[in-house]
């Protein structure tokens, strides 16, 4: 009976033994090539390819697959896509899997369909404390985002959350936190209801600005600070004390933080400023080039403090085939009210333009300069020896000139990048007027400058620019004779003026040489398009003249395109312009520029 029993057992187990026996072999390989993904948007793919086991296996590791571990990696697939697209608010996705043979493998082709979202049906956003009554961080819940009805995408949830967060510790609740975040979802429903409160706790206030070591004598930065000990918190002040500490050229480090373990009784926070000086004498030289000037050197040293008080000294030069200078500046700081500088300057200035009179001034001057964002002012009084350079011989009149005068500036420059601002409007000012003397004669002329300059951002990669210019004068002398300064006369045509004309190539002329006008207004209209990342083209019109009575105002034009490329340290223009009038010097030409004029 055993023996039948044993026989009946091996007859049974014959037939798997003979299966198993090709076990021993080298199991079929299969060899993936490509895992494509269909049907989402770019960053709804690539969360899923990150999620995905088998995209994520290295090429070489997929061309070596056997055909149960690819089985087992495309039973995981929905699974592992479902979970990477609930972030972006889909919650039932359809997957469907295909095998295609290509040359050397198969391709694995995986089509997804999102199907229909879930959507916020309710949204209780609200806040406990003191910040209730703080319409500036009770503003932010009206932005928290997605809102009822939208598709609930967590990141936008979340970035919601942050900014209620930042703008309770700008304003002083450092003692706020989250009561309550939950978000309920119901797939079934495909619905989510969101809850979220906040306690603020009590607002703090602003302390002591405490100064760490530095080089200078003590008290003398504490002018910079624009709050008193008990005034409402607010980190803005940190930042507008960090920009003012930063324009002194000073330090090379700055740092502005509260010190939140040092809050006395009555909630007043502490400000430590730690500061690093950054090395007291740099010098700096460039080559340079430009279509105005030619090619060029240029250096500049700046000894950054001279003594315990900040004092500065600065120094100049240029060298280019039509423009030479020297300057020299001493600053005194002066940082109470609107911080600034007390400062006197010697300059010498030589330019030689191509199309049009040329001069050599020596100057003294001395004023004032101050800045407190987005404004500033500055005012000085000047006195300078000119002598205008002329090949002219009929002219009557003296070509040397002595003049005294004061001048008024004023900008508004409310911009918070200046190498690459995307919205920006810059307003400036100057008056200036006083005495001229030439020939054994003195008269009086007044000036006023005017200009805008507006740019404004479409869309991701387009801007549109405006730019206009005003100045007028009056002078008692007579602008027939070389009496009045060339360094004071106006012209247009130049890389930055009117394109399309040489540089100071539009103006009055006599002899068929250009010796500048009274009065001038510029315009210009520029359109950008920046379709390859940091390289762009533009398409321009400019207009203007410079004139001498406003009867005789007549506007030349230039029209043409341009290369730009938004370079690390600015952006950077080659223009091809075409100057419509040829009889004031019109023609093609081309013009290399630097910056946004900002």
Do not use: C
């Not at 026989?7 to 090539?33: D, F, G, K, W």
């Not at 003191?130 to 809102?147: G, S």
């Amino acid at each position: 009976m055993w023996s039948f029993a044993w026989a009946l057992v091996l007859l049974m187990a014959a037939p798997s033994l003979s299966a198993q026996a090709p076990a021993n072999e080298e199991p079929a390989r299969v060899s993936v090539t490509e895992v494509s993904l269909v049907g989402l948007d770019d960053e709804e793919a690539a969360n899923v390819t990150r999620a995905m086991t088998l995209a994520r296996l290295s090429p070489a590791q997929r061309r070596d697959l056997s055909e149960a571990r690819l089985q087992f990696l495309l039973r995981r697939l929905p699974v592992e896509i479902s979970r990477a697209l609930e972030p972006f608010g889909w919650y039932s996705p359809t997957v469907e899997l295909r095998r295609e043979s290509v040359q050397d493998g198969i391709r694995i082709v995986v089509a997804v369909e999102t199907g229909e979202p879930v959507r916020v049906k309710t949204l209780d956003a609200d806040i406990d404390g003191a910040a209730r009554e703080d319409r500036f961080v009770m503003r932010e819940l009206p932005k928290i985002r997605p809102r009822v009805g939208e598709r609930f995408i967590h990141a936008d949830y979340e970035a919601g959350k942050l900014r209620v967060d930042r703008k309770l510790a700008e304003r002083g609740y450092f003692s706020a936190k989250r009561s309550e975040s939950r978000v309920e979802v119901r797939r079934a429903a495909k619905s989510a209801d969101i809850r979220l409160r906040w306690d603020s706790g009590p607002r703090h206030a602003m302390g002591e600005a405490r100064f760490g070591e530095n080089q200078f004598q003590p008290g003398l930065l504490q002018p910079l600070v624009d709050w008193q000990p008990g005034d409402t918190f607010h980190r803005n002040r940190l930042l507008r004390l960090q920009r003012r500490l930063a324009q002194l050229d000073y330090f090379a480090l700055i740092e502005v933080a509260p010190n939140l373990d040092a809050i006395d009784e009555n909630l007043r926070v502490p400000i430590d400023i730690t500061t690093t000086a950054a090395k007291r004498t740099s010098y700096a030289g460039a080559l340079s080039f430009g279509s105005d000037t030619g090619v060029g050197l240029r250096g500049s040293f700046n000894r950054r403090w001279m003594n315990a008080e900040g004092h500065k000294w600065l120094a100049d030069a240029e060298w280019s085939q039509r423009r030479n200078s020297l300057s020299t500046q001493y600053r005194v700081p002066s940082l109470r009210r609107l911080p600034g500088w007390w400062n006197g300057e010697a300059g010498w200035i030589a330019e030689d333009p191509v199309n049009a009179l040329g001069y050599e001034r020596l100057s003294l001057s001395g004023g004032w300069q101050g800045q407190r964002e987005p404004w500033s002012v500055a005012a000085r009084l000047v006195f300078a020896e000119e002598a205008t350079r002329t090949p002219l011989r009929r002219v009557d009149g003296d070509a040397t000139q002595t003049l005294l005068y004061p001048e008024v500036s004023v900008a508004w420059r409310p911009i918070t990048d200046s190498l690459w601002p995307e919205d920006a409007l810059r307003l400036t000012s100057a008056l200036r007027g006083g005495v001229i003397a030439a020939a054994g004669r003195r008269e009086r002329f007044a000036q006023i400058d005017l200009g805008a300059f507006w740019l404004q951002t479409i869309g991701e990669n387009q801007r549109l620019s405006l730019r206009a210019e005003l100045a007028a004068t009056h002078y008692g002398g007579s602008m027939e004779t070389l009496s009045f300064p060339i360094s004071l006369r106006y012209f247009a045509g130049g890389d930055r003026s009117l394109r399309g004309y040489g540089y100071r190539e539009v103006g009055p002329r006599f002899e068929g040489e250009v010796v500048g006008g009274l009065h001038r207004v510029l315009a210009s209209a520029e359109y950008q398009n920046f379709f390859l990342g940091d390289w762009g083209a533009a398409v321009f019109v400019d207009a203007g003249d410079a004139f001498n009575t406003w009867r005789r105002l007549d506007p030349k034009y230039g029209v043409g395109v341009g290369l730009r490329w938004r370079s690390p340290v600015g952006l950077v223009a080659v223009d091809v312009a075409r100057g419509l009038d040829e009889a004031a010097g019109g023609s093609m030409r081309l013009h290399i520029g630097f910056g946004v004029g900002f």
